[in-house]
Structures are given as C-alpha cells and as structure tokens.
C-alpha cells in the first residue's frame, strides 16, 4: 500500500507540474509563431518540435494504457482512478498537439502556395524540366552512354535530396527505407566505390530490373512532368535499371564497339570478359540482397518505430498498403490478414518476397538477349507514361474543366441578373 500510495502522489504531482510546463510551452509556440507572416525557419523548427512533443505525449499515453492493462489488478480504486485522469489529460494534450500541428501545416502551406502565379510557375518549370530529361536521356543512351551513371547520379544528388526533405516535412519519410531507395543506394555503390565486385553488380542488375522495375506497373508510377513528387517516383523505379542496363550492354549500343567494350573493362572490372549470369546466381545474389534490406526494414521501421506507425504518427509503404479503409479490399491485404490481423506484417513480408523471386526470374533472360532487355525498359518506360496520361485525362482534365465552368458561371448569371434589375 505504501508504494502504491507513493505512486499516486508522484504521478499526480509530476503531471500537474507537467501541465504548467506543457501550458508554457505551447504559450510560447503561439508567441513565437504570431509575430510574422512570412516563411521563415521558424516554421520548420516549430513543425520539428510539435511533432517530437507529440511522439512524447503518444508514447507515455500508450505506456499509462499498459500499465492500466498489466497493474490494474495490484491498485486500489482510488490509484485507478488517478491512472484514468492521467490517461484522460495525456489524451487531452495529445489531441491540442496535433490541432495545433495540423493548423501550422495548413498554415504554412496557405502561405506556400497562396500566389497562384508562384504556383504556375513551378509547375511549367517541372513540365520543362521533364520534357527535356526524357529527350535527353534516349539521346545519351545512345550516343553517349558512358556519361549514363554520371547523369544519373546527378539527377539523384538533388532529387532524393528534395525528396527526403519533402517526405521529412510532410512525416512520409520512413517511404525512404524501402527497398526501391536501398536499390538505388547498390546502384552508386558499385557505380562509384565498388565497380570489380561482381556479385554486387549481379544482385543490382536483378533488383533493378525486376522488382524495382516492375513497380512501375505495382504501384502505379506516373510520369505527369509538372509534379515533381511523381516525377520522382518514376525517376528512383526506372533509372537504376538504365543504368545497369547501359553497363551490361556499353559494347552493344557504344557507337564503336571496340571503345565501349575497352572503356566497360576498364571502368567496370566486375563485368571483364567473359560475362555471364547463371539462373542460380540470378536467384542466390537478389535473394540475399533482398534478406539484407529486408531485416534492417524489419528491425529499425517494424520493430523500433512500431508504436508510431501503429499509432499514425508515421506512415509506411506497408502500413499505407494494409490499411487501406476503401470499401472493396484489395487482393492484397486479403492476402496478408488470411491469418488475422497479428500476422499481416508477416504474410505482408512473405508477399514482398515471393514477388522478388518471381519478378527476378525475367533478369536473368534479359540478361543474355540484348533485345529482350531493351524491349522490357521501354514497356516499363511506357506503362508510367500510359499512367500519366491517364492523370492528365481522367484526373487533371476534370480539374480544369472545373476551372473553366466556375471562370464561366459569373458570366453567365451576370446577364440574368441585370435583365432582373431591368
């Protein structure tokens, strides 16, 4: 009883000084956040702290609610009750945390975009940039390809920069640990630190052209060059495979055979003469690869940050996927809650892994036919170009006529209301 009585009276009296403290804080977020109209680092630093305050609160909120599970049995009615209460202003706290962070997110992003000239003219700078990437890259894969991987690594040096601060600021960054981005990281290892290991290359050329490819269909990337988040998304799933596809066939699409292949053997060791891929080398190379990512994915994003994206504090390409609330399931989380929902990251792992084995089967016939492969990185290229399309008519178009009938409407009730004045 002594201890119990203990805990209630430091629970309580830590929690009331904490609500002073916790009161001065957000007077002081209000204060230093209403001085100024203008974007400024304060916003960013302010979003950063609301959001680790929140973590904060949700995580003594979840271990209150334990202890209330565990303990309940040992404590009195009365410690019961003060456990509640402590429960109850936790949630209190929680919820002002997150009104407030949504507020200045809607803040600042009225602020961001609140000149519609400003808007338009970042768009036509995407559009631009996009058109002329795609002209540019056809035309130094063919000419030029020696200087693919330096293109490449260009483009990813601010791309996945900017999508990583993006995907900060907007709380998708764990979307950066999966595997699409691990493949990319492969990618300018070998390119750049480690161009004599084959088995590196081997398990690259695999997951670039299998299930990084192939995810250009899965998931449904678009090439709409005014959006640079898809934009993006087409950029990490399509380009690593060019790259590995240049390297494997330089001698073939080099305008002089001889240089290409002297020029792969110098600066790519890993591919000297002969080369060649076996099936089982196709499989064993991807597989582990894949084994690797897999296990730092289930360790440092489904095992260490679990609370936050059982919560909804952070969101990820499984969590994204399997709670999917639309009222027809997808197939694929049938699939994963086919043993309950206490399994779905499990079977969800299992589903990731049975789709890499078999969209790596493909590579290694495209790795012996040079026509096979060309014709794969064209339809994959068409598909996400098939996608945009389908933004532009169906998504985009309906915006725009939108637009038009709302710019036209005034116009027309102006004359009706005149003729009524009359």
């Known amino acids: 009883m002594t201890t119990t009585a203990a ?5 309580s009296s830590d929690l009331d000084h904490d609500d002073v403290l916790f009161q001065n804080d957000l007077d002081t977020i209000d204060e230093w956040t209403a001085t100024t109209h203008l974007l400024s680092e304060n916003d960013f630093d302010m979003i950063d702290l609301l959001s680790t305050a929140l973590d904060q609160v949700t ?4 271990q209150k609610r334990r202890d209330l599970q565990k ?16 429960t109850t202003k936790l949630e209190q706290r929680r919820d002002t945390l997150r009104g407030k962070l949504v507020a200045r997110y809607e803040s600042l992003n009225a602020r961001m975009n609140r000149d519609a000239e400003t808007v338009r003219l970042r768009d036509k700078i995407s559009f631009v940039v996009g058109v002329g990437n795609a002209c540019i890259t056809p035309a130094l894969t063919a000419r030029a390809p020696t200087w693919v991987p330096l293109f490449y690594t260009l483009q990813s040096s601010y791309l996945l920069t900017l999508r990583a601060m993006i995907y900060r600021y907007r709380g998708w960054h764990y979307f950066i640990f999966d595997l699409c981005y691990f493949v990319n990281a492969m990618t300018l290892l070998f390119v750049w630190l480690m161009p004599s290991s084959r088995p590196l290359f081997l398990a690259t050329y695999t997951l670039t052209s299998g299930p990084v490819a192939w995810a250009i269909i899965t998931w449904r990337n678009s ?10 998304s087409v950029f990490i799933h399509i380009f690593p495979a060019l790259v590995t596809y240049v390297i494997r066939w330089l001698p073939e699409i080099h305008p002089d055979t ?14 000297h003469a002969p080369v060649y891929m076996t099936f089982k080398e196709t499989m064993v190379y991807s597989t582990c690869a894949y084994l690797v990512w897999q296990a730092l994915y289930y360790v440092f994003i489904m095992v260490r940050r679990r609370e936050k994206v059982e919560s909804g504090l952070r969101v990820t390409s499984y969590s994204w996927l399997l709670n999917d609330q639309s009222a ?19 079977m969800f792992m299992l589903i990731q892994l049975i789709y890499n084995i078999l969209t790596c089967i493909p590579t290694y016939f495209m790795f012996k036919h040079f026509a096979l492969h060309t014709i794969f990185l064209c339809a994959m290229f068409a598909a996400s170009v098939w996608n945009g399309s389908c933004y532009y008519m169906e998504v ?3 915006r725009y006529q939108l637009e038009i009938e709302q710019a036209v409407s005034p116009r027309q009730t102006a004359p009706k209301e005149s003729s009524k004045q009359d």
């Open 59 to 62: 995580l003594q909120l979840n």
């Open 328 to 346: 027809k399931p997808s197939l694929l989380k049938r699939v994963a809650y086919t043993f309950g929902p206490q399994y779905k990251a499990y």
């Open 71 to 86: 303990k309940s049995s040992e404590w009195t009615t009365k410690t019961k009750d003060r456990i509640k209460a402590q």
């Open 223 to 232: 090439l709409v060059f005014h959006s640079l988040d898809k934009v993006t």
């Open 258 to 271: 001889a240089v290409g292949q002297a020029y792969r053997d110098q600066r790519f060791p890993a591919l």
């Open 7 to 11: 805990y209630d009276n430091g629970s």
């Open 396 to 398: 985009f178009s309906r």
